[in-house]
């Protein structure tokens, strides 16, 4: 037996791999027929050799052993009848994988170590690559695939997951979001039993109707109880399982989505399948979610703080004229915006939707001496410059269109499917992909230019004969921005997709935010923010104050709960500010300096989603940095009774003093005392909302 560091520890004449973590362990071994065997996930065991390989017996001729074998990455052939990882057909038409294990290696990566077994078929020259990166410290695992094409000819891949994991419970929870345009983000949870759960996205685009991950529970809480979890590091089409097996047990897998999906994987190329951030917490979500967070925090968001935005969309909308906009950003930094952002209408002939997409020089009758005018302007104010691009859209009555009508993905014989207005370019084309680098090259080269919301408002269609592009088009726009961003490092790219359509891992780190939902009402926000924490960065939850009434909702919500709800995130400003009353100013002031005060706990402290003990629904959220905290408390509609609620402290220091700062005082009180007896807090009339600070005392009560 040898020992690699970093927790990877292999049982040599046995063939068992184990894989440890800070407080998990992950097994697998290979038999004496080649496969790969899952053993364990869970909570760690430290000796491997505790672990072996049963011997396995078919149950019935109609349930053969590789239906019962809880494999690694099933593949698709023999009697596997089972969801499976991989298919593929070969040259000869053979569409069976029959694999044989190799060997395996280890590798160093940063703060992990990263385990690869080797795979091969056994007549075809396809090898396969199972690679796992053990984050120890972070209580985190990474799995991916790469596929090698050793011959001289194509093969087909029909089918690629991503991997496959199995849980040893029956019954579970499983948890996920749910929505469509501008109702993003909404969780539900709901019993695993027999037949198959799918979420699934085939619109080329992410997150509208599901998104890219899985969480499996045991009845658990925020704070107690079994949860297994794994979220997808891709941003198109994807496609997951969970299944309750008759055999015992749970499987699920993720990766790309089959659908429409055939990858050409020719004479001597690679390929690598999108990497699944997995892990298992004893703990309940809420362990879940700071492991997470962590991660995301320290290895995959760019460093220092989101700067408060202004976007002047809601205020002129496609209306706009550089004189307008020089206004509205001397008004936005009378509040205190860093960051002025510049939405959809400054280009082209772009006046409504129908037109302008693809015609990406600016607009002379709205800014005749160019836009350099009003970015001079913003920066001498003291801020940073944004812009909007939709860089995969184009639109009908363009120039670009008109030269290059077959750049847009389509059929010579059906008529182009129009989707708001506009085509979808074919990003697969080297052509097209180096004509959007060169444009927003050309933009950030000739104009101080520190921000890019990179926008998509309508899913593909109408794709071409290679049926790998669903994968190949997000691949493009990774290309690009990863290529602007080295010319051009200071410059920070929001990703938007018509509101919340790609909030995932693939997409985070080659961009910096996520525009979380077209839909800012400030309480809508509160369920879609809430569902987003259990697996994303606060860092990266971009969150604005819009006018009321809600374009969306109609809602009238006071200003100061519009605010308390938006800085839970990255604040951002998005109302017409050329019309706020004195009151309205005087409240934009104060939030944006007491949010300024707090962006450190915010944006990169630890996140607690607090219980409501209370028949009224209060909404209670805890943030924590080092000695520092902040509990934001939401009362939307108070019940008859109007009750109060117990706000119940965690991740303090049990006999450490702290002072709290209420609106309407301030009290000391031990940390025990906050955690275990917590405050009662009561919040009167419609859409109340309240901030509390906290921080410990280095002198305790005195």
Not at 148 to 156: F, H, L
Not at 209 to 226: C, K, M, Q, V, W
Not at 332 to 344: H, I, P, R, T
Request: aromatic letters at 12%; charged letters at 25%; hydrophobic letters at 35%.
């Amino acid at each position: 037996m040898g020992k690699a560091k970093m927790g990877i520890v292999i049982n040599h004449s046995e063939n068992i791999f184990l894989l440890q973590t800070r407080s998990n362990s992950y097994a697998f071994g290979i038999d004496d027929q080649g496969l790969v065997r899952h053993l364990y996930w869970g909570k760690r065991i430290n000796e491997v050799e505790d672990f072996e390989l049963p011997v396995l017996t078919e149950v019935s001729t109609n349930d053969p052993v590789y239906e019962i074998t809880r494999e690694e990455f099933p593949v698709y052939g023999s009697l596997r009848y089972k969801e499976h990882c991989l298919k593929v057909t070969f040259a000869d038409g053979v569409r069976e994988v029959v694999y044989e294990y190799v060997g395996y290696r280890i590798e160093n990566g940063e703060s992990c170590e990263e385990l690869i077994l080797e795979l091969k078929d056994r007549h075809y020259a396809l090898k396969m690559e199972l690679h796992y990166k053990v984050y120890e410290a972070y209580d985190l695992m990474e799995r991916f695939v790469v596929l090698y094409n050793a011959s001289d000819e194509t093969m087909e891949v029909e089918q690629l997951q991503s991997g496959q994991f199995h849980i040893p419970y029956e019954n579970l929870n499983f948890s996920n979001v749910h929505g469509h345009w501008g109702a993003e983000q909404q969780r539900f949870v709901q019993k695993v039993s027999y037949g198959k759960i799918v979420i699934e996205n085939r619109r080329g685009i992410s997150s509208h109707n599901h998104n890219p991950y899985f969480i499996l529970d045991r009845d658990a809480t925020e704070t107690s109880g079994d949860v297994y979890f794994g979220a997808l590091r891709q941003s198109g089409n994807f496609s997951g399982v969970v299944e309750q097996t008759p055999y015992g047990g749970t499987l699920v897998q993720m990766g790309l989505n089959a659908h429409d999906f055939c990858l050409e994987l020719k004479a001597g190329e690679r390929f690598a399948s999108p990497a699944i951030l997995c892990g298992y917490s004893d703990c309940g979500f809420e362990t879940m979610s700071h492991r997470l967070h962590r991660f995301a925090n320290d290895f995959i968001l760019s460093e220092g703080f989101r700067p408060v935005l202004y976007n002047s969309w809601e205020a002129t909308e496609f209306g706009v004229t550089c004189e307008e906009q020089k206004k509205l950003a001397k008004k936005a930094k009378e509040f205190g915006a860093e960051l002025f952002v510049v939405d959809d209408g400054w280009f082209g002939e772009r006046n409504g939707i129908d037109n302008g997409l693809g015609d990406w020089y600016v607009n002379e009758k709205k800014f005749p001496n160019g836009i350099d005018e009003l970015i001079r302007e913003v920066k001498s104010l003291g801020m940073m410059f944004g812009i909007w691009v939709e860089p995969e859209m184009v639109n009908p009555p363009t120039k670009l269109f008109a030269e290059h009508p077959d750049w847009i993905y389509h059929f010579d014989t059906r008529t182009s499917d129009t989707s708001r207005g506009q085509y979808v370019l074919d990003l697969t084309k080297a052509e097209v992909k180096s004509f959007l680098y060169e444009m927003l090259d050309n933009l950030l080269s000739g104009h101080e230019i520190d921000y890019i919301k990179w926008d998509a408002n309508r899913p593909i269609s109408q794709t071409n004969l290679h049926r790998d592009l669903w994968y190949r088009h997000i691949e493009a726009v990774y290309d690009i921005v990863k290529a602007l961003k080295k010319k051009h490092p200071h410059v920070l790219f929001e990703a938007c997709a018509s509101g919340g359509g790609r909030i995932d891992y693939g997409i985070l780190g080659i961009f910096d935010d996520f525009w979380t939902s077209d839909n800012t009402d400030a309480y809508d926000r509160l369920t879609i923010q809430d569902s987003y924490s259990y697996i994303y960065p606060i860092k990266a939850m971009r969150a604005w104050v819009t006018d009321c009434p809600n374009f969306l909702s109609a809602r009238m919500i006071p200003m100061k709960f519009r605010f308390h709800s938006a800085m839970m995130g990255s604040l951002g400003i998005g109302c017409n500010v050329l019309k706020f009353t004195e009151e309205d100013t005087a409240t934009a002031k104060e939030m944006i300096r007491e949010y300024k005060e707090i962006r450190p706990i915010v944006q990169e402290g630890i996140f607690y989603r607090l219980e409501n003990p209370s028949a009224n629904d209060y909404a209670v959220y805890e943030y924590q940095k080092e000695d520092q905290g902040l509990i934001f408390a939401f009362l939307a509609q108070g019940k008859i009774g109007h009750r109060s609620t117990t706000v119940r402290f965690r991740g303090l220091e049990a006999d450490a003093v702290y002072t709290v700062l209420l609106e309407n005082g301030e009290l000391k009180k031990s940390g025990a005392y906050l955690m275990q007896h917590g405050l009662e807090l009561r919040l009167n009339g419609d859409y109340a909302s309240t901030l509390i600070r906290f921080a410990k005392c280095e002198t305790g009560r005195a």
